[in-house]
C-alpha cells in the first residue's frame, strides 16, 4: 500500500486511489456532525456564489457556509461542529461551502474514492482502507484556505498514516503540539473555543463520510 500525504487544494488536484480529504478545523469535523445528526446528504460547493445559486434553486435545502472563519453571506449555519452536533438534521438536506475542506472534496479528480476524514472519525477511517486494502492512498491535509499549510491537517495526516502501517503513535503528544498551532490560535481569537475542543477529540463516530463523485454529494458508508 502507497501512502502519500498531500498538501492543499493542489494535492487534492494529484490525489490518486483512496483519498482522505482532511480539514481538521473545522469542515471535516462539520460534515461527520451533521450525517450523524441524520442529514440525509451534503453537497459541497467550492464558490459561495455558486452555493447560493443553488440555494436559490433548492430552497429546501439548509446552506452551511463560512469564510475567512465566520459564518458566510447568506448562510444559516456556519462551519462550527459543535453547534452543528447540537441541531436537528435527520432527513434533511445541506449544502456546505467553505475555504479549505469543501474546495479539496470538489477538486479531487484523479481520486479513485474520496472520504472524509478527521481525528473524531480516524479508526473508522483506517479500519476501512485497511480492509480494502488498495494499492494507493492519499491523505490531503487541506491547510488554511486551502492554499497554505496547517499544523493540525499535516499532523492528521501522519496519525492516520502511522495507522495504516501499524506504527505506534501518540495522539496526546500530536493534541499538545496542535493546541499551540496557528490553527488552534485563530480558533481562539474568532471565540470558537468550542470547536476547538470538538475538534481534538478522538475516534468520537463511527462514520465515514464519502463523496459520490457521480451523483456530486456526500453521503456516509
Given at each position: 500500500m502507497q501512502i502519500d500525504?498531500?498538501?492543499c487544494v493542489q494535492g487534492a488536484k494529484e490525489a490518486e486511489g483512496i483519498t482522505v480529504i482532511m480539514d481538521v478545523f473545522r469542515a471535516?469535523?462539520?460534515i461527520i456532525a451533521c450525517m450523524a445528526q441524520g442529514a440525509e446528504y451534503i453537497i459541497p460547493v467550492g464558490a459561495l456564489e455558486d452555493a447560493i445559486s443553488l440555494k436559490q434553486q433548492f430552497p429546501d435545502h439548509?446552506?452551511?457556509g463560512e469564510r475567512k472563519g465566520l459564518v458566510a453571506e447568506w448562510c444559516t449555519y456556519g462551519n462550527s461542529p459543535s453547534e452543528t452536533s447540537q441541531i436537528p438534521l435527520k432527513g434533511e438536506k445541506v449544502i456546505l461551502t467553505t475555504s479549505a475542506g469543501s474546495q479539496g472534496i470538489?477538486?479531487?479528480h484523479k481520486a479513485e474514492e474520496i472520504l472524509i476524514g478527521s481525528f473524531a472519525n480516524a479508526y473508522a477511517i483506517v479500519k476501512y482502507i485497511k480492509n480494502k486494502n488498495p494499492e494507493k492512498v492519499s491523505l490531503v491535509a487541506m491547510g488554511l484556505e486551502s492554499t497554505?499549510?496547517?499544523e493540525e491537517d499535516e499532523l492528521?495526516?501522519?496519525y492516520i498514516?502511522?495507522?495504516l502501517l501499524g506504527q505506534d503513535i501518540d495522539f496526546e503528544t500530536l493534541k499538545i503540539e496542535i493546541l499551540k498551532c496557528d490553527g488552534a490560535n485563530r480558533l481562539r481569537s474568532l471565540g470558537q473555543n468550542d470547536d476547538l475542543a470538538f475538534c481534538l477529540q478522538l475516534d468520537t463516530y463511527d462514520?465515514?463520510?464519502f463523496y459520490e463523485i457521480q451523483d456530486k454529494k456526500i453521503y456516509t458508508k
Open positions: 500525504i498531500k498538501s471535516s469535523n462539520t439548509l446552506l452551511f470538489v477538486n479531487a497554505a499549510k496547517a492528521c495526516g501522519q498514516k502511522a495507522k462514520i465515514i463520510p
